[in-house]
T-cell receptor, first 114, second 116 residues
Framework: AQSVTQLDSQVPVFEEAPVELRCNYS??????LFWYVQYPNQGLQLLLK??????LVKGINGFEAEFNKSQTSFHLRKPSVHISDTAEYFC????????????FGAGTRLFVKA | GAVVSQHPSWVICKSGTSVKIECRSL??????MFWYRQFPKQSLMLMAT?????????EQGVEKDKFLINHASLTLSTLTVTSAHPEDSSFYIC????????????FGQGTRLTVV
């Protein structure tokens, strides 16, 4: 079975400051890794994904994430945040075997202050 | 990108009635669809996985008789909440994946169910 841990439930940050949202996972099989953003009363929007290859993944809206296999982490970063980045962010893993179920972390609320 | 549409986006129903939520893949064939439930300020919890033409696989603790899932075609899956109660009020989200080896699932916009 796989699991996902998002270490911070809330991250307040000032506008134009850098931010890192942390994600650690555990799995007995290889996995694919994702970050999603959710705005209130909406579905999920994919920010970026790691399937294979380069461990540094760039996504939409200036976000990037780095896959660290030894630390089983997939932290999300942005060098300069905007007010519009205020949302809920979910880290997710999909196991690379039968069923391809996706399991989500508990979510991190990013709150960007002016 | 691929589009998954959920309908309705919100619904209010009386306690004891049944509600059907539709999930459609608009521009691809969804071999597998997933249904999630999300309580306020919480994460998405996987309820079940459905493959076209076969019975859904439910996660532990999910009542299959209460949450009926049908995946009769490659573009449509439905979730029916039977005999709904106020505790069933939640945000329900579906996702769909194309093919067996494709890794990314695309999400619908969600359905807000309120049972009064």
């Amino acid at each position: 079975a796989q699991s996902v841990t998002q270490l911070d439930s809330q991250v307040p940050v000032f506008e134009e400051a850098p931010v890192e949202l942390r994600c650690n996972y555990s799995s007995s099989v290889s996995v694919y890794l994702f970050w999603y953003v959710q705005y209130p009363n909406q579905g999920l929007q994919l920010l970026l994904k790691y399937l294979s290859g380069s461990t540094l993944v760039k996504g939409i809206n200036g976000f990037e994430a780095e896959f660290n296999k030894s630390q089983t982490s997939f932290h999300l970063r942005k060098p300069s945040v905007h007010i519009s980045d205020t949302a809920e962010y979910f880290c997710a893993v999909t196991r690379n075997t039968g069923g391809f179920k996706t399991i989500f972390g508990a979510g991190t609320r990013l709150f960007v202050k002016a | 990108g691929a589009v998954v549409s959920q309908h309705p986006s919100w619904v209010i129903c009386k306690s004891g009635t049944s509600v059907k939520i539709e999930c459609r893949s608009l521009d691809f064939q969804a071999t597998t669809m997933f249904w999630y439930r999300q309580f306020p300020k919480q994460s998405l919890m996987l309820m079940a996985t459905s493959n076209e033409g076969s019975k859904a696989t439910y996660e532990q603790g999910v009542e299959k008789d209460k949450f009926l899932i049908n995946h009769a075609s490659l573009t449509l899956s439905t979730l029916t909440v039977t005999s709904a109660h106020p505790e069933d009020s939640s945000f329900y989200i579906c996702s769909a994946r194309e093919g067996q080896m494709n890794t990314e699932a695309f999400f619908g916009q969600g359905t807000r169910l309120t049972v009064v």
